[in-house]
């Protein structure tokens, strides 16, 4: 978890979330998964926060686009639900601001981190359209740590990431999203 300090967090979060992709992939603190393997949204839980905060909120993002050398456009956005009950102890229930979408690293860029954060919210984010599935406009360049000053999220409470290389999957996807 270190190696994604001081890129998109300033300390490792106490809590980690647990990521499932199909019936038994686990996400385990930077393991590496195909984009094939993480193409369908996962479920996604976390435990021991109940009654802490009204509110969550759970994002996805990618540091190293188009490569972790060269990061340009740091960071890609692949998934933001907020309003998550804190009763709750999965993203069901919240409001989708950009819709799951997974992996997608070019050709030839090496391995990138998809980072999971869950934050506690003090106040109902103000819903805004929904990013699709089948959209790039709004993800790029987004900033975890700016979107969680401009909401009072504070640091995140628990985080969890695997990392990823192109496999033969990735064109497939790329046609499904414009912009």
């Given at each position: ?7 998109v967090l300033?300390?490792?979060?106490a809590?980690?979330?647990k990521v ?16 094939t393997q993480?193409k ?8 021991g ?6 509110l ?7 540091p190293?686009a ?8 740091r ?10 009950p ?10 989708s ?10 050709k030839d860029?090496g ?6 954060l869950?934050y ?5 984010i103000?819903e ?11 993800r790029?360049n987004f ?9 009072g ?7 969890n990431?695997?990392?990823a290389q ?8 790329n046609?499904?999203i414009v912009?």
């Open positions: 978890m270190d190696d994604i300090v001081p890129d300033d300390a490792v979060p809590g980690t979330i499932i992709y199909g019936d038994d992939l686990e996400v385990k603190q930077g393991n590496e998964l195909t984009p993480v369908d949204q996962p479920i996604v839980s976390w435990s926060l109940e009654g802490k905060s009204n969550l909120t759970l994002l996805m993002v990618d190293d188009p490569t972790r050398q060269d990061p340009k456009y960071e890609i956005l692949h998934w933001s639900v907020v309003n998550i804190g009763s709750n102890e999965n993203p069901s229930g919240g409001h601001l950009a819709d799951y979408v997974g992996s997608g690293p070019p860029t391995l990138h981190r998809y980072i999971f869950l506690r919210q003090e106040n109902k103000e805004t359209p929904t990013i699709s599935n089948t959209t790039r406009t709004g790029l900033n975890a740590r700016d979107f969680a000053a401009k909401h999220l504070g640091e995140p409470i628990a985080a990431y695997y990392q192109y496999d033969d999957y990735v064109p497939i996807r046609k499904t912009g």
